[in-house]
């Protein structure tokens, strides 16, 4: 390659994946689509499914210290 500017490699490695690009696209309109048909109590279903498997996936320690921020220094015992 040359020292000169006009025969620089001047591509960016970050640029986006246009096959990527237009399945991300896809999949935020499909996704924003079914949150505005859907019925409240079918997000609230998903919701707590995605909150569910969400702290099943944490460790012990941390769930009980947002147990413990969530009922207070009162008690430290999962009831």
């Known amino acids: 390659m040359s020292t000169t500017y006009w025969q620089e490699d ?4 970050q640029e986006p994946d246009p096959e990527q690009h237009r399945r991300d696209m ?4 499909l ?9 409240v109590s079918e997000m609230l279903a998903m ?3 995605y909150l569910s498997q969400d702290l099943e996936s944490r460790p ?3 769930l009980e210290a947002m147990y413990a921020q969530l009922i ?6 999962v009831h």
């Open 72 to 77: 207070g220094n009162e008690s430290q015992e």
């Open 60 to 62: 012990t320690d941390e």
């Open 10 to 13: 001047v591509t960016d490695d």
């Open 26 to 29: 896809i999949v935020q309109t």
């Open 47 to 49: 919701c707590s499914a």
């Open 31 to 39: 996704s924003e689509y079914r949150l505005n048909v859907m019925a």
